[in-house]
């Protein structure tokens, strides 16, 4: 059984930091793309980045330039550093990853940016 736990989130000022870290666990034969998603109050959700096997990525508009994503192939672990936030990134963060070719879901970790 494959299991995606992420850590990191938290409450933070308008213009603060927060780096998020999700570990895959296992039996793990393959990771390809691993991402991160988010979803407000009220909203549905929504895509913020992705990172492939190789290094390749692909960001939200929203997001770009202020969010970077890495991973540790090593460690089945995808992290996203976020600086520069807004009130309107609060959400509920929730990495992704495609596992073995099977997508999986993180149970989410809080994000709260106050102005």
């Known amino acids: 059984q494959v299991q995606l736990v992420e850590s990191g989130g938290g409450s933070v000022r308008a213009g603060g930091s927060l780096r998020l870290s999700c570990a895959a666990s296992g039996t793990i034969f393959s990771i390809n793309e691993m991402g991160w998603y988010r979803q407000a109050p009220g909203k549905q959700r929504e895509f913020v980045v992705y990172?492939?096997?190789?290094?390749?990525?692909n960001y939200a508009d929203a997001v770009r330039g202020r969010f970077t994503i890495s991973r540790d192939n090593a460690k089945n672990t995808v992290y996203l550093q976020m600086n520069s936030l807004k009130p309107e990134d609060t959400a509920v963060y929730y990495c992704?990853?495609?596992?073995?070719?099977?997508?999986?879901w993180g149970q989410g970790t809080q994000v709260t940016v106050s102005s």
């Open positions: 992704n990853a495609v596992i073995n070719s099977y997508n999986h």
């Open positions: 990172i492939t096997s190789g290094g390749r990525t």
